[in-house]
């Protein structure tokens, strides 16, 4: 779904490159560890801290990663 204009769309887009690279990557590491944040909110209580990080990994990714490196390995 769209819900952002063209014009809104490309002044977003002109002004995250108007930055340098450096805070362009800052930008985006803050993103996601925002993203990190809210795949927290849903998360069962009494995980254990690796069962936390495998959560949060297959709630942004999609998947286990242990199935995406395999699924990589597939495609080569």
């Known amino acids: ?3 952002t204009t063209r014009g809104n769309r ?3 887009r002109d002004i995250i ?3 340098t690279i450096e805070e362009r990557f800052l ?11 809210f795949a927290r909110i849903g998360m069962p209580a ?3 801290d ?3 990080k ?6 942004l990714h999609g998947a286990h990663p242990f199935d995406l ?3 990589q390995a597939s495609t080569k």
């Open 1 to 3: 779904m769209e819900d």
């Open 10 to 12: 490309q002044l977003v």
């Open 17 to 19: 490159m108007s930055k």
């Open 27 to 37: 930008i985006c590491a803050a993103l996601y560890e925002d993203a990190k944040e």
């Open 46 to 48: 009494g995980l254990s």
């Open 50 to 52: 690796e069962d936390e």
């Open 54 to 59: 495998l959560y949060v990994f297959k709630k």
């Open 69 to 71: 490196a395999q699924k």
